[in-house]
C-alpha cells in the first residue's frame, strides 16, 4: 500500500511540474485587455502627432487628421525563437539624412508569419544606452513599402529581449518621423531584414 501511495505522488508531483511554465515560455494574450490598451496606444500617438510638438511637418498639419492604421489583427502577433549575437561590431545605419545613431546587432528572431519562415535581426541603439536607456531596434522591410506603407520600412521597439522566446506584435510597427517630417534623419533598414511577408499591421499610408 505504501509503494503504491508513493507511485501516485509521484504520477501527480510529475504531472503538476510538466504543467508549470517554463522559464522561457511566454502565451500570447489577445484579450479585450489588450485590445482596449492597442485602443489607447493608437489613441495617444494620435494625440501626440496631432500636438505642436509632435513630429509632423508644418506644411503637413493643416490637413493631417492622425495617423492611419490597419485594423488590429492578431495573426500578426506571433511568438518568436530569440538567438543571441555576441557582436562588438558598433556601426551606423545608412539614413534618410545626416544625423545617424550607432548601433548594435545583439540578436536575431527566428518565427514564422503568414506560413513563411521569417528572420529579422535586433539592434541595440547605443547612442541611447550611453543616456542609460535600452532600445532594442527591429527595422524592417516587407511586401506593403510604397504600396499600403511607407517605402523606406517600418521598425519594431523592444524595451528589453531577456528570454529565448519573444512576442512580436506587428500591429505595433510604426513608420519613421521622416515619413511625416523630411528633416528628420531616419535609419534605413538592411535588406537582410526584409521580410517576404506583406505585413498587414501597424502604421499604414
Known amino acids: 500500500m505504501k509503494k503504491n501511495h508513493l507511485?501516485?505522488?509521484?504520477?501527480?508531483?510529475?504531472?503538476?511540474?510538466?504543467?508549470?511554465?517554463?522559464?522561457?515560455?511566454?502565451v500570447i494574450h489577445n484579450d479585450s485587455v489588450y485590445f482596449d490598451?492597442?485602443?489607447?496606444?493608437?489613441?495617444?500617438?494620435?494625440?501626440?502627432f496631432m500636438s505642436a510638438s509632435g513630429?509632423?511637418?508644418?506644411?503637413?498639419?493643416?490637413?493631417?487628421e492622425g495617423v492611419n492604421y490597419f485594423p488590429v489583427d492578431t495573426n500578426f502577433k506571433v511568438i518568436?525563437?530569440?538567438e543571441k549575437v555576441n557582436s562588438t561590431e558598433v556601426f551606423e545605419f545608412s539614413t534618410t539624412g545626416k544625423i545617424a545613431d550607432k548601433y548594435k546587432h545583439i540578436g536575431d528572431l527566428r518565427f514564422t508569419l503568414q506560413g513563411v519562415a521569417c528572420k529579422l535581426a535586433v539592434y541595440e541603439n547605443q547612442n541611447l544606452k550611453a543616456e542609460g536607456e535600452?532600445?532594442?531596434f527591429v527595422p524592417f522591410f516587407d511586401l506593403t513599402?510604397?504600396?499600403?506603407?511607407?517605402?523606406?520600412g517600418r521598425y519594431l521597439d523592444f524595451k528589453a529581449i531577456n528570454t529565448k522566446k519573444v512576442i512580436i506584435d506587428f500591429n505595433e510597427a510604426y513608420q519613421p518621423y521622416c515619413y511625416y517630417n523630411?528633416?528628420?534623419?531616419?535609419?534605413?533598414?538592411?535588406?537582410?531584414?526584409?521580410?517576404?511577408?506583406?505585413?498587414?499591421?501597424?502604421e499604414r499610408m
Open 7 to 26: 507511485l501516485y505522488f509521484w504520477i501527480i508531483a510529475f504531472a503538476i511540474a510538466a504543467c508549470k511554465p517554463q522559464h522561457d515560455e511566454i
Open 37 to 48: 490598451a492597442m485602443r489607447k496606444s493608437r489613441a495617444a500617438t494620435n494625440q501626440y
Open 55 to 64: 513630429p509632423v511637418s508644418d506644411s503637413l498639419k493643416a490637413d493631417f
Open 80 to 82: 518568436a525563437d530569440f
Open 134 to 136: 535600452v532600445i532594442y
Open 145 to 152: 513599402n510604397s504600396k499600403e506603407t511607407y517605402g523606406g
Open 182 to 202: 523630411h528633416a528628420y534623419s531616419c535609419p534605413i533598414p538592411p535588406l537582410s531584414n526584409k521580410l517576404q511577408v506583406a505585413v498587414m499591421a501597424g
